[in-house]
């Protein structure tokens, strides 16, 4: 199991930390109560992975997006930090 991770049938969570893998029960977020602020966030995020999405789903757009990149960078994580960038700085101008 060294170097496994991620989740098993919403039951338990494979973790690594400094070489080691621990097992913790699956997170239970269902009474957590969100602030509008963070709703607000998640909102923004799942925006910013449909526009990644978007642009990694079209060839002519991923190869644009691609050309402007260092090499080593992903174009999926770039559009979406591109993304927050641009409407987060709109957000605190509206403020």
Known sequence: MKGTSGQLNQQLVLKN????????????????KFTESQKTEQ????????????????PEKKA??????????????????AYLKEHKNKKDQEL
Do not use: C, H, W
């Open 17 to 32: 930390y400094g070489g080691k893998t621990y097992i913790s029960r699956y997170p239970d977020m269902s009474k957590v």
């Open 43 to 58: 909102g923004l995020f799942a925006d910013a992975i449909a526009y990644a999405r978007s642009i990694i789903s079209d």
């Open 64 to 81: 644009a997006f691609q050309a402007s990149l260092e090499p080593g960078r992903r174009v999926y994580n770039a559009a979406i930090s």
